[in-house]
């Protein structure tokens, strides 16, 4: 589990809340390298979403750049094997805390 790379993809902006919900969880099944093996009924439970559309969200993160597919599970105990994009991960996560920063010092710039 990668502490770090779950961080940033909170900050990542993906136009939807359950699309990042799904980042996140992959993220919190990766290594710091941002590889995984993502167990989709796992990711279900966890966001409140069907298995369905758990793939789904995946397949629109992997065409969005966020994730690669490396190797296609055959469903039967072996999982597909993603690599998340950390270099991309890094570049938004990081970009989204200096917006919030921002918005902070605009909202209460008494606040340091």
């Not at 629109?60 to 690599?83: D, I, K």
């Not at 994009?85 to 909202?107: F, Q, S």
Request: net charge neutral; hydrophobic share 35%; aromatic share 6%.
């Amino acid at each position: 589990m990668s502490g770090l790379l779950t961080g940033l993809a909170f900050f990542c902006k993906l136009g939807s809340h359950t699309k990042k919900l799904v980042l996140v969880s992959l993220t919190d099944n990766a290594g710091d390298t941002g590889r995984c093996w993502p167990n989709y009924d796992l990711i279900a439970l966890r966001c409140e979403i069907t298995e369905r559309s758990v793939i789904d969200h995946i397949k629109a993160l992997e065409e969005e750049g966020w994730v690669t597919l490396l190797e296609r599970g055959n469903g039967r105990g072996h999982g597909s094997h993603f690599q998340i994009n950390t270099e991309r991960l890094w570049e938004e996560g990081e970009a989204g805390k200096v917006r919030i920063a921002t918005m902070r010092k605009i909202a209460r710039p008494d606040l340091k």
